[in-house]
């Protein structure tokens, strides 16, 4: 089996080549193939051959995202619409990953795989229009397209691992500097190690159990960031004091969704997002 992942470069990109590296993979960063060029990705892909193409690629600035949404859209949308199409074309499966931020946020039980879309900031739209392009391209059947294309949309949440900017390096980092740090107490979400999501991932990929669809892929347990906040000093046995705050002390220029909770009804679970937090501070 033949993987293709793209994003190398990135923080899941650069975990996945690892959690990878047994199996037959080509990794490709945007100097390589962006994605937003059509006919490059059509012409990799066809010379790649790959099995199953692995989307670790985007745009991940959420603030940015609110003055910059057309890029957004052409990456996190428009062009996964294509990489939908090229593996389609090549009989490929497509594995691609979405957010928590493609919901509205009010519902406090958390959202199920099935739960609607109804993303409050720009990110999330873009994101939203990739799930839904993917539907498009790969629920399609014509006379061309006889039988249903195969896909993995994976949500997850609150990524963190070694190769990228995230929270838990942001209030390390924060907390050598300051002796108290306020942190946001009313945005409820899953964080997520990112060695664990691949390994997910990986065994989604090989079991061939899963029909195509939506998947949510997080670490267990709801948190909110203060609480994961007080949680990474605790554990990195710093004395660093973390006051709660709301959303509305702390104004950023795109709104997050209070309750992104993603409820995982159709995989085995992963373990606490405590104990995988535990993990990744040894690797620090
Ligand atoms: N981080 C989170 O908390 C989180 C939560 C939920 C879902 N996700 C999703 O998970 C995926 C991976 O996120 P991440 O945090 O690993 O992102 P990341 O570290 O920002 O990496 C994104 C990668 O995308 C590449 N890229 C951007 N534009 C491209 C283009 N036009 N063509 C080809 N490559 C391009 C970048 O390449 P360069 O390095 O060369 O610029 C970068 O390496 C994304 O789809 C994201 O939406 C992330």
Known sequence: MRILILGKNGMLGRDMQKVF?????????????????????????????????????????????????????????????VLARACRE?????????????FRGDKKSGYSEEDGTNPVN??????MLGEQLIFDEMESISQENPKEGKYFIIRTSWLFGKHGKNF??????????????QVVDDQHGKPTYTIDLCEQVKWLIT??????????????????????????????????????????????????????ILKNNALPKLRSWEEALEDYLKTT
């Open 207 to 260: 079991s061939h159990e899963y029909p195509s669809g939506v998947y949510h892929i997080t670490n267990e347990g709801p948190t909110t960031w203060f609480a994961f906040a007080k949680k990474i000093f605790q554990l990195s046995n710093m004395k660093t004091r973390v006051v709660p705050c709301s959303s509305d002390d702390f104004r950023r220029p795109a709104r997050r969704p209070k309750y992104s």
């Open 90 to 102: 090549i009989d490929a499966t497509f594995v691609h990953f979405s957010t928590d931020y493609v």
């Open 122 to 127: 720009a990110y999330g739209r873009s994101k």
């Open 21 to 81: 590296a047994d199996m037959d993979f080509v990794a490709l960063g945007q100097s390589d193939l962006d994605i937003t060029d059509q006919e490059k990705v059509f012409e990799t892909f066809m010379s790649i051959q790959p099995d199953v193409v692995v989307n670790c690629s985007g745009y991940t600035n959420v603030d940015d995202a609110e003055k910059d949404f057309e890029m957004a859209e052409e990456i996190n949308g428009y062009a996964v619409g």
């Open 168 to 181: 838990v390096d942001t209030m390390l980092e924060m907390g050598k500097i300051k002796d108290t740090i």
